[in-house]
Each structure stands twice: as structure tokens, then as C-alpha cells.
């Protein structure tokens, strides 16, 4: 059984979460949070934040038939980072002139299964 959380509309650009979340994938889940725990990036914080609540997930009996699952036992299978829309602003440049001006959202989602039903 596989565990998901899901950040949508976050407010940074998806090409830079992505290869925070090409370093977790396929990791365990605390190994994982370790990892970003220590990465200088504002990415990795959301990136975090997701996984523990993905975690938190899988610890809840509501969603888990009854029964815990050991977050040592987690693993990420999918780590990914897809594009959200854009807010669309006009910065007004030389000569009366108007450049657009992309702000960037991004999903990112995470799944965890636990390791015995891989």
C-alpha cells in the first residue's frame, strides 16, 4: 500500500526542486529526511515538509487498515516535481515598452511504500 502527500501551488520554479528530488528517490524515507535536512536549498524545506507529512501518513491507522508503519521501513518510490501555473506580471521597461514576467508554481509529490510489500 503506497502513502502520498501532495504540495500543489508552491511558490518557487520546478526545475529548482527537481534534483532535491532526484536524490531521495529510491532512498529510505528517514534517510531521506536526513539528507535534506542538511542541503542549503529553500526547495529542500518543501521538499521536507512533504515527506514528513507523507510519513505522517503512513502512521495514521485511519489510512493503514488499523495498523503503523514503521518509518524505517518506508521507501520513496516517486519523488516528483511537475509544473503548476504561472502568475503572468508586466515589469515595464525603456521606451514605454513592457516585459512579461513569469512567477513559476510547482506540484511536488511524494510516495512511500513500506519495504516488505515491494
Known sequence: MA??????????????????????RGKFADEALDLLKYQPHRGARM???VLRSAV????DPDQNKGQTVNPERL????ARVDGGPMFKR???RARGMAFGILRRTAHITIELE?????
Not at 75 to 78: A, E, H, K, L, Q
Not at 114 to 118: G, H, Q, S, V
Open 3 to 24: 502513502f502520498k502527500a501532495i504540495h500543489k501551488y508552491a511558490r518557487i520554479s520546478a526545475r529548482k526542486v527537481r534534483p532535491l528530488a532526484d536524490l531521495v
Open 90 to 92: 508586466i515589469r515595464p
Open 56 to 59: 505522517g501518513n503512513a502512521q
Open 114 to 118: 513500506p519495504i516488505d510489500d515491494m
Open 75 to 78: 521507501v520513496v518510490i516517486d
Open 47 to 49: 521538499l521536507e515538509k
